[in-house]
């Protein structure tokens, strides 16, 4: 249920609501636009009297959420929420990629493509240090010392770094980590989003491999129902009958999202199709659709890499692709 009050309601008011309506057990989410505010109730409205509460003074209208999410839902919040990694801004109009290589190998690696991501546009190095691999044989990441080759690289750079939480027992691991990426195959995994939703950081929720929209935004309720607003959704392809790709890049999803949240959305292009040809127009696509920022994969020798090379773009592509992601934000001007 969400209550929109009259503008012009000064904050005395709207305080003596709120503790109102926390009086009957329920959460009030206080959005604050330029012109109007929207309170959100979370909780058992079933005991709100709506016509008592359209009634007050200075409410204007009271209506009922029909969706499952509350806090992702955009009734909520009609204002694009912006994300702030340090001096980075996500969303609202603020458009951040986010580079780097699927694992991080050695210091000299890291270090190298952070530099170059940076020097070519990217503003958030990413890089795994716990691997979730389909195969227990593959390269599974470097863990706690891959991490510490992460912080090494943004001591260097001064790049904020991003890289995947997979199991809770590490969460005290991330302390100095500026984003906390949830993978695909842990989109549902409940318990996980429960505990990083009880941390402050910005959260980077990806699409899982079979999950519809509203699921994935249920699990992006799942962090904020526990008080982090700080959630970024990440699109990096759905899994359909096509094998062509490694997965089918589901863009229609940004606009869609866009309509149904106001969270930020982010595009993975190099996961969605799994081959580094199709990556610099997905990236391209991606931006014309209204993504607020790309995740990259950007490997300094791609042919050698450990894991997932053949969509790993080298730097110099990275750069012809940042490039004409500029082109492409500018002309939408």
Request: aromatic content about 4%.
């Amino acid at each position: 249920m969400i209550a929109v009050l009259k503008p012009g309601t000064t904050p005395e008011q709207t305080d003596h609501l709120v503790q109102w309506l926390k009086n009957m057990n329920l959460d009030v989410h206080i959005s604050q636009g330029r012109e109007v505010t929207i309170l959100g109730l979370i909780g058992d409205t079933s005991r709100v009297d709506m016509d008592l509460l359209g009634s007050l003074e200075i409410v204007e209208s009271v209506k009922r959420v029909s969706e499952p999410f509350k806090q992702v839902n955009r009734k909520f919040h009609p204002q694009d929420s912006v994300i702030e990694v340090g001096d980075v801004k996500i969303g609202g109009g603020h458009f951040a990629i986010i580079a780097g290589p699927c694992s991080v190998e050695t210091e000299d690696q890291i270090i190298e493509v952070a530099q170059s991501v940076k020097a070519s546009g990217a503003s958030i190095l990413r890089g795994g240090a716990f691997k979730p691999r389909t195969s227990p044989y593959a390269f599974q990441g470097l863990g706690e010392d891959g991490l510490k080759l992460l912080l090494k690289a943004k001591q260097a750079t001064g790049l904020p770094i991003c890289t995947e939480l997979m199991n809770l027992v590490h969460l005290d691991l991330f302390a100095d980590v500026d984003i906390i990426q949830i993978g695909a195959r842990n989109m549902q995994n409940f318990d996980l989003l429960k505990e990083v939703g009880k941390t402050k950081k910005p959260i980077l929720l990806k699409r899982g491999l079979a999950n519809t929209l509203e699921e994935w935004l249920m699990s992006a309720e799942y962090i904020m129902s526990e008080g982090n607003q700080n959630v970024i959704l990440c699109e990096r392809g759905i899994r359909t009958y096509e094998t062509f790709t490694r997965n089918t890049l589901d863009l229609a999803a940004v606009p869609s999202l866009h309509a149904l949240t106001h969270l930020p959305v982010l595009v993975d292009p190099s996961h969605a199709t799994g081959k580094a040809w199709l990556v610099p127009p997905m990236a391209v696509a991606a931006t014309a659709a209204g993504a607020d920022g790309l995740m990259i994969e950007v490997h300094n020798d791609p042919a050698h890499a450990l894991c997932d090379g053949a969509q790993s773009l080298s730097p110099e592509k990275f750069a012809e692709v940042s490039r004409k992601v500029q082109r492409i934000r500018e002309a939408l001007k």
